[in-house]
């Protein structure tokens, strides 16, 4: 088998082949550790292998194979031995096209655990409740993505545990608690399964891989692609990463930032981070998030870098970033940085600042505006909006009135009588058709920076989420905002601006960005 594997790294220089060969993700994080940035060491099996995999040129053999070739580069890197029982080294197997597609891809994390590893990281790190806590999120991440296996039973697991001890995140359960569920969680396993979790570290790592290859033909990334205009052939490469541990206690966490506001495009770092938590607490819109102000207040200096760093990526990339990040113990470290997805507005507004600044001349900024139709650039807003039935934080800034929908078959369906708001407890990215469909979205719960927010921003649609007065009952097909009953098919309307959520339908105008529109005419006369 002559694909090739390649390692990323402090001193491994740049891979061959650039984002087409390496996947986007991969390549940036190559470009990020020359660079000098804070990067975990990593390896990658490039997208050839996805193709290869598709076509019967390469088997689950082969990816074995080359899966050892490349721990055994992490080992050296990290000093850390993969399914060690003193000093085990754990690794996330992370998807990346060449063409970013937030969320679409799957990722596992915490690979590498069994009950004996669970005792290596505990002498190893000292911190028997990151042990525990990292074991049932492997179990948990590998059930629903290696296995498919249904999410409810092990939520309804970490539900009881919570239920039992009285707290109301699964942040506060101690090591015992931890170990509690983590148990439980085996016995579901097999229970749904049929067999045991699988113990082998290479046995998950081989599964974890061949699933995330699997991935790039999901019907949620398809319809991605087909929305975007991308090419189906074109596959995912998988990189494989030491573990950072944000759920490593009160000064670790994980977030993702933006260098700008995907919005409204104003310069400042825009950020939501979870304490004591993993990526997956962030993006998979199922948590709640801390802005900035708090990590800003309890973590000073890891702030001011990612200030920092927003300037250094920007300078990078040659435009607005999105990135993600963990904290363990103080220590930043980046895990992947991409060109933000934004509105329409924001992309307008954020090439003639970068211009303005410095960062590009007009012949760079403009790629940054292909695809967009300048004169159709607007904002909106209500004259009159009346009284507030709850508020949310905003993902996607403009206004929109339209019919209740509480899924994606009936966001599709009501849309082919007039505007839709889709309206859910926590909007996935499996709910790409229904948000495609809708002319804004409004969640319970989630955050700013979810894959889901992203690809809403990306989709130009009017987005808060995180609304703690919205409660759905699917049974009935009704929900509650505020202290208002509403049934599916019924108006309301979400001021994206505000962060406001309003009854029935509300009128609306638009302003155009006339500064920025003037300074893109000045680029095109010179």
């Given at each position: 088998?002559?694909?090739?594997?390649?390692?990323?790294?402090?001193?491994?220089?740049?891979?061959?082949?650039?984002?087409?060969?390496?996947?986007?993700?991969?390549?940036?994080?190559?470009?990020?550790?020359?660079?000098?940035?804070?990067?975990?060491?990593?390896?990658?099996?490039?997208?050839?292998?996805?193709?290869?995999?598709?076509?019967?040129?390469?088997?689950?053999?082969?990816?074995?194979?080359?899966?050892?070739?490349?721990?055994?580069?992490?080992?050296?890197?990290?000093?850390?031995?993969?399914?060690?029982?003193?000093?085990?080294?754990?690794?996330?197997?992370?998807?990346?096209?060449?063409?970013?597609?937030?969320?679409?891809?799957?990722?596992?994390?915490?690979?590498?655990?069994?009950?004996?590893?669970?005792?290596?990281?505990?002498?190893?790190?000292?911190?028997?409740?990151?042990?525990?806590?990292?074991?049932?999120?492997?179990?948990?991440?590998?059930?629903?993505?290696?296995?498919?296996?249904?999410?409810?039973?092990?939520?309804?697991?970490?539900?009881?545990?919570?239920?039992?001890?009285?707290?109301?995140?699964?942040?506060?359960?101690?090591?015992?608690?931890?170990?509690?569920?983590?148990?439980?969680?085996?016995?579901?396993?097999?229970?749904?399964?049929?067999?045991?979790?699988?113990?082998?570290?290479?046995?998950?790592?081989?599964?974890?891989?061949?699933?995330?290859?699997?991935?790039?033909?999901?019907?949620?990334?398809?319809?991605?692609?087909?929305?975007?205009?991308?090419?189906?052939?074109?596959?995912?490469?998988?990189?494989?990463?030491?573990?950072?541990?944000?759920?490593?206690?009160?000064?670790?966490?994980?977030?993702?930032?933006?260098?700008?506001?995907?919005?409204?495009?104003?310069?400042?770092?825009?950020?939501?981070?979870?304490?004591?938590?993993?990526?997956?607490?962030?993006?998979?819109?199922?948590?709640?998030?801390?802005?900035?102000?708090?990590?800003?207040?309890?973590?000073?200096?890891?702030?001011?870098?990612?200030?920092?760093?927003?300037?250094?990526?920007?300078?990078?990339?040659?435009?607005?970033?999105?990135?993600?990040?963990?904290?363990?113990?103080?220590?930043?470290?980046?895990?992947?940085?991409?060109?933000a997805k934004r509105t329409p507005w924001a992309a307008l507004r954020i090439a003639v600042d970068m211009v303005e600044e410095g960062l590009l001349s007009p012949a760079e900024a403009r790629p940054l505006l292909d695809g967009i139709d300048l004169?159709?650039?607007?904002?909106?807003?209500?004259?009159?909006?009346?009284?507030?039935?709850?508020?949310?934080?905003?993902?996607?800034?403009?206004?929109?009135?339209?019919?209740?929908?509480?899924?994606?078959?009936?966001?599709?369906?009501?849309?082919?009588?007039?505007?839709?708001?889709?309206?859910?407890?926590?909007?996935?990215?499996?709910?790409?058709?229904?948000?495609?469909?809708?002319?804004?979205?409004?969640?319970?719960?989630?955050?700013?920076?979810?894959?889901?927010?992203?690809?809403?921003?990306?989709?130009?649609?009017?987005?808060?989420?995180?609304?703690?007065?919205?409660?759905?009952?699917?049974?009935?097909?009704?929900?509650?905002?505020?202290?208002?009953?509403?049934?599916?098919?019924?108006?309301?309307?979400?001021?994206?601006?505000?962060?406001?959520?309003?009854?029935?339908?509300?009128?609306?105008?638009?302003?155009?960005?006339?500064?920025?529109?003037?300074?893109?005419?000045?680029?095109?006369?010179?």
């Amino acid at each position: 088998m002559g694909f090739p594997v390649h390692l990323i790294g402090a001193g491994a220089g740049l891979p061959p082949g650039g984002s087409e060969a390496l996947g986007a993700k991969a390549f940036n994080l190559a470009r990020m550790a020359d660079a000098g940035l804070p990067v975990p060491p990593a390896f990658v099996l490039p997208t050839c292998w996805c193709r290869a995999l598709h076509t019967g040129e390469a088997d689950a053999a082969a990816v074995a194979t080359a899966l050892d070739q490349g721990i055994a580069r992490l080992e050296a890197a990290t000093r850390l031995g993969f399914g060690s029982a003193r000093r085990p080294l754990l690794v996330s197997v992370r998807s990346g096209a060449a063409a970013s597609m937030p969320g679409m891809l799957e990722t596992v994390l915490d690979v590498g655990l069994n009950t004996a590893g669970v005792e290596g990281l505990l002498r190893l790190t000292g911190n028997p409740r990151l042990a525990w806590d990292s074991y049932r999120r492997l179990l948990q991440g590998y059930a629903e993505v290696v296995e498919g296996l249904p999410v409810a039973p092990f939520d309804e697991v970490l539900a009881t545990a919570l239920a039992g001890t009285g707290v109301d995140s699964e942040r506060e359960l101690d090591h015992r608690a931890l170990r509690g569920v983590a148990m439980a969680m085996l016995e579901r396993f097999q229970a749904l399964a049929g067999r045991p979790f699988p113990a082998a570290p290479r046995a998950q790592l081989l599964a974890a891989a061949l699933a995330v290859f699997r991935s790039w033909e999901a019907p949620k990334a398809a319809t991605y692609r087909r929305l975007r205009g991308l090419d189906g052939d074109a596959g995912t490469a998988v990189t494989v990463q030491a573990m950072v541990f944000g759920n490593a206690g009160g000064t670790s966490g994980a977030g993702v930032g933006f260098t700008r506001d995907p919005a409204s495009g104003e310069r400042g770092l825009y950020v939501d981070f979870v304490f004591n938590g993993q990526g997956e607490d962030v993006v998979a819109g199922r948590r709640a998030t801390d802005g900035g102000a708090r990590l800003a207040r309890m973590l000073p200096g890891v702030h001011a870098q990612l200030e920092a760093m927003c300037r250094t990526l920007e300078g990078l990339f040659s435009d607005a970033q999105d990135f993600e990040f963990t904290v363990q113990s103080g220590v930043l470290w980046l895990l992947q940085t991409r060109s933000a997805k934004r509105t329409p507005w924001a992309a307008l507004r954020i090439a003639v600042d970068m211009v303005e600044e410095g960062l590009l001349s007009p012949a760079e900024a403009r790629p940054l505006l292909d695809g967009i139709d300048l004169a159709a650039v607007v904002r909106t807003r209500f004259t009159d909006p009346g009284p507030v039935l709850a508020r949310a934080q905003v993902a996607g800034v403009g206004v929109a009135s339209g019919r209740i929908a509480l899924d994606s078959a009936a966001a599709a369906r009501l849309a082919a009588a007039g505007p839709v708001i889709l309206v859910r407890q926590e909007t996935v990215t499996e709910d790409i058709a229904g948000m495609a469909a809708a002319a804004g979205i409004l969640t319970a719960t989630g955050g700013r920076t979810s894959h889901a927010a992203v690809v809403a921003r990306q989709l130009g649609r009017v987005c808060l989420v995180a609304c703690p007065e919205l409660a759905i009952d699917l049974t009935h097909r009704t929900c509650r905002i505020g202290g208002q009953i509403f049934a599916e098919g019924e108006q309301i309307s979400l001021d994206g601006n505000e962060g406001t959520v309003h009854a029935g339908l509300q009128m609306a105008v638009a302003e155009s960005p006339a500064r920025e529109l003037a300074a893109v005419a000045g680029w095109n006369r010179t």
